[in-house]
């Protein structure tokens, strides 16, 4: 992203609709944008299908400090001879 230019959430509003038929003709290829007051960072136009692809990954990083927080506090509750913590810490681990 380090390389990535940033429009200004002007720019980027009214270049919307070049940058859909873009997304819509290049699909996964599409270089995402980046927008943001003065040139900051703080958003980003991807492609539906990239996001997508992405959605349970991100997700997983949203709740991650929750779970480890959780886990932190104690095992939880046992389940078939494990806990419901362990389970979910074996999870993370995996991902």
């Known amino acids: ?6 429009m ?9 609709p070049g940058i859909g038929e873009q997304i819509e003709r290049l699909g996964l290829d ?13 958003g980003a136009i991807i492609p539906a299908a ?3 692809q992405v959605e349970s990954l991100l997700e997983d990083v949203a709740i991650s400090k929750l779970v480890a ?5 104690g095992p939880g509750q046992k ?5 419901r ?7 993370i681990r995996q991902c």
């Open 1 to 6: 992203m380090s390389g990535t230019p940033v």
């Open 8 to 16: 200004t959430s002007t720019e980027a509003r009214s270049a919307s």
């Open 30 to 42: 599409f270089k995402l944008v980046l927008f943001g007051s003065h040139r900051r960072p703080v």
């Open 50 to 52: 990239l996001l997508e």
């Open 69 to 73: 927080a959780r886990l932190a506090t």
């Open 79 to 83: 389940v078939e001879g494990e806990t």
């Open 85 to 91: 913590g362990e389970r979910l810490g074996e999870a």
